[in-house]
């Protein structure tokens, strides 16, 4: 038989509850290949048990009965029939939260062929490895025991697996992912132009070559609002934002980039004003415009950011292969900055303020120590979206306060470090002060980015047994191994939804910035125009 019964129930049960809600909706190919990795991780594990009790009854397999292959028949088509009927329910469902029109009937339809050919795929995957186990097994037997060859013949096959895949298949993928990026950092986004004032890098008279800032980077300084715009906004004089950067061509290593950045800065006047932001961007470079354009519209101009490029890839292959990447850039730039502006007279000294989102964040909580050192060296911190394994977030999270939820923790009464899923309300707990310098996270309830680990895998995490967000499903709950595919499959989605879902954050900048920076003479008005204004991408 191409399967055992013992194995089929166990992919029975971990197929249909494939099917239970996740953090995002699903279409119809990512739900059948969670369905296929599930079900194949369910046959696994009904043959072990198995195996398991054959060992303790002290007997062989035996062959099922027809019957028994009949009822297991008869229980699959209704079991699976019902929970295919019930993920769809619960999809509708999730996408009625968060204000999803887009669904393809025929990909639904197609989804349990293909959770088949998945399913198949891993088996045939399995059984080959373990047909050669034992060909090894059998070569070994010739010179030495036969517990040892046992032994000896598996560690030799899952080290060759082990290797040919992190080695061979995940080094070549690397390698051809940076060269293909690495081309595409020569591109100049439409409608950017090369600066002429000498606000910006790149521009004539600036340290760092404008062929050197990579396609981010000319994307970041090629773009901003106008002092015209900012002047429109506030109803009052502005001044034009200062924006430095440095690419991966703008000098040779981390450290390099960033002091080749900050000595830009200051040739621009970065540090006569009022309000100095250092950003830590994503993998490519990126750096989010919605939070940067709020930032020079709250300061009505009187503002300079600075940001590096660390790397070619995007965030989630710069996490898999090289986070080390992201905490160089994180405290080198901070620190030049710090250095810099520390030895400024304390009257003249702009107020420092850190932000990023995402491999962002990661990157810029690594230049502080914890709650104090982000209160004595920044005048605040906007942190959007930070990944599950970020050190201070974990820090902060774990260590909340007693009764607060893991989804909007509470970390010693608020009095430095706050999280919100909606900074628009009153950020929590509001019943405390919240004096001098603000550090805040943003992160939804339906962000995979924020909730993913690997220890969803075996271990069930304190947010999805307490009361879910606005925009999560109630019924969500946690099984071994069907949970942690469920939400590692939302991870290429977490962008592909509605604005305040997921991993979008733009709409929340505009309140995040104005809870951190709390400036003065902006009414509640202009805040919501400024929304408008950021979300059109302006």
């Not at 028994?68 to 699976?80: D, K």
Request: glycine fraction near 10%; proline fraction near 7%; charged fraction near 20%.
């Amino acid at each position: 038989m191409f399967v055992t019964l013992p194995g089929g129930w166990g992919a029975l049960l971990f197929a249909c509850l494939s099917f239970t809600p996740s953090l995002l909706p699903r279409g119809g190919l990512v739900q059948g290949l969670i369905c296929g990795i599930a079900a194949a991780i369910g046959y696994g594990f009904g043959v072990l048990a198995a195996s398991v009790w054959r060992a303790f009854a002290d007997r062989e397999p035996r062959p099922p009965r027809l019957r028994s292959w009949a009822a297991f028949g008869i229980a699959a088509a209704v079991l699976f029939g019902l929970f295919f009927g019930l993920g769809q329910y619960w999809q509708h469902e999730i996408r009625r939260l968060m204000g999803v029109r887009e669904y393809s009937v025929g990909l639904v339809v197609l989804s349990p062929f293909v959770a088949a050919l998945v399913f198949c795929l891993i088996l045939l995957t399995g059984r080959a490895l373990r047909g050669a186990y034992r060909w090894t097994a059998g070569l070994l037997r010739r010179r030495i025991g036969p517990r040892a060859a046992t032994a000896v013949g598996w560690i030799v096959v899952a080290g060759l697996a082990w290797a040919l895949v992190t080695g061979v298949l995940l080094t070549g993928f690397v390698a051809a992912a940076n060269e293909a990026f690495s081309v595409r950092d020569t591109t100049t986004p439409e409608g950017v132009r090369k600066p002429t004032t000498g606000l910006r890098s790149g521009a004539p008279g600036s340290l760092v070559p404008w062929e050197s800032l990579g396609m981010q980077g000319r994307a970041f300084i090629g773009s901003g609002p106008s002092a015209r715009a900012i002047e429109e906004f506030t109803d009052r004089p502005a001044m034009a934002p200062i924006r430095s950067y440095a690419g991966l061509e703008s000098a040779d290593s981390t450290e390099s980039r960033a002091a080749a950045a900050v000595e830009d800065l200051s040739r621009h006047g970065g540090f006569q004003r009022r309000h100095l932001l250092v950003v830590t961007t994503t993998g490519s470079g990126w750096v989010d415009p919605a939070s940067v354009d709020t930032f020079e519209y709250l300061t009505g101009g009187d503002a300079a950011t600075v940001a590096i490029q660390y790397s070619y890839l995007p965030s989630w292959i710069s996490y898999l292969v090289d986070q080390s990447k992201a905490r160089e850039a994180g405290r080198a730039l901070f620190d030049a900055v710090y250095d810099r502006w520390s030895k400024l007279p304390h009257s003249s000294r702009p107020r420092l303020f850190v932000a990023g989102e995402s491999l962002g964040s990661f990157g810029g909580e690594t230049a502080f120590s914890g709650e104090h050192d982000l209160a004595n060296r920044t005048a605040g911190t906007l942190f959007a979206g930070p990944p599950n394994f970020n050190t201070l977030f974990r820090e902060f999270s774990d260590h909340r306060d007693a009764g607060s939820p893991e989804a909007q923790p509470v970390y010693k009464n608020g009095r430095t470090v706050r999280f919100t899923n909606d900074p628009h309300t009153d950020v929590p707990p509001v019943d405390e002060p919240w004096a001098g310098s603000r550090v805040l996270y943003l992160m939804h309830p339906s962000d995979p980015i924020v909730w993913w680990s690997p220890r969803l895998a075996l271990h069930r995490p304190d947010w999805i047994g307490q009361p879910p967000g606005d925009d999560v499903l109630p019924g969500m709950f946690w099984f071994p191994f069907v949970t942690f595919w469920q939400v590692t499959a939302d991870l290429p989605f977490a962008t592909e939804v509605p604005e305040g879902h997921g991993h979008k954050y733009t709409a929340e900048y505009v309140d995040g910035w104005n809870t951190v920076m709390r400036p003065a003479g902006i009414t509640t008005q202009q805040l919501e125009e400024l929304k408008k204004t950021v979300a059109a991408g302006g």
